[in-house]
């Protein structure tokens, strides 16, 4: 991290349900550009955290997704 405070930044916790999920963070400011890629195999578990730089999360495959708002699944079911 760069030293931001991030104590009440929004976290998702993301749940891979097939192999090869892809995690891509996208950055805030004029141009959105890709930021940052994870690639999650069936079973794995990535919580991550929207900050200053990251401001949207795009997701490819079949995935569970937890928020503070609710769960969703990504992908064709």
């Not at 760069?2 to 141009?31: C, F, H, P, Q, S």
């Not at 795009?58 to 997704?65: D, Q, S």
């Given at each position: 991290?760069?030293?931001?405070?991030?104590?009440?930044?929004?976290?998702?916790?993301?749940?891979?349900?097939?192999?090869?999920?892809?995690i891509?963070?996208?950055?805030?400011?004029?141009?959105?550009?890709?930021?940052?890629?994870?690639?999650?195999?069936?079973?794995?578990?990535?919580?991550?955290?929207?900050?200053?730089?990251a401001?949207?999360?795009?997701i490819?495959?079949?995935?569970?997704?937890?928020?503070?708002?609710?769960?969703?699944?990504?992908?064709?079911?």
């Amino acid at each position: 991290m760069d030293g931001g405070d991030y104590t009440n930044a929004k976290y998702i916790t993301i749940k891979a349900l097939e192999n090869g999920v892809t995690i891509i963070g996208l950055t805030r400011g004029k141009d959105t550009k890709f930021h940052h890629t994870e690639k999650l195999d069936k079973g794995e578990v990535l919580i991550t955290q929207f900050t200053e730089h990251a401001s949207a999360i795009k997701i490819r495959g079949k995935a569970e997704i937890f928020t503070e708002y609710g769960e969703l699944k990504s992908g064709d079911f």
